[in-house]
């Protein structure tokens, strides 16, 4: 078995959002986590919305320098849809190096939903 690399990034619809929401109503409260590192990842990205116990969160997810990783975080929060949260994640690997708590909160607007990896 050979590895490889994913060399392509996926994209995800507006159309695909909706068609699942209708398994949401039944869900607790939320939230749902849409992982964006180019523009390209989500089309029709203004039109998504939440429901009342799902939290839509847009969460920059990309790895390199604290430079890139900042640029790319306002690309994805620049055309956030009414109401989404914003997310950032860190590498512990990737990253070079991983941000601070600190680096990682001190973005405009200050993300909502960290994670590392």
Not at 7 to 33: G, I, K, Q, Y
Not at 57 to 63: A, L, N, P, T
């Amino acid at each position: 078995m050979s590895s490889s690399i994913c060399r392509v990034a996926a994209s995800v619809s507006l159309t695909r959002f909706e068609n699942s929401r209708r398994f949401w109503r039944d869900l607790p409260p939320t939230m749902l986590v849409v992982h964006q590192f180019t523009a390209s990842m989500i089309t029709n990205k203004q039109a998504i919305r939440g429901t009342p116990n799902v939290q839509v969160v847009i969460h920059m997810d990309g790895f390199g320098s604290l430079s890139l990783k900042r640029n790319s975080y306002a690309r994805v929060v620049v055309d956030l849809p009414a109401g989404a949260l914003t997310g950032w994640k860190n590498f512990y690997n990737e990253d070079q190096p991983t941000p601070t708590a600190q680096q990682t909160i001190d973005n405009a607007p200050r993300p909502t939903f960290i994670s590392y990896q």
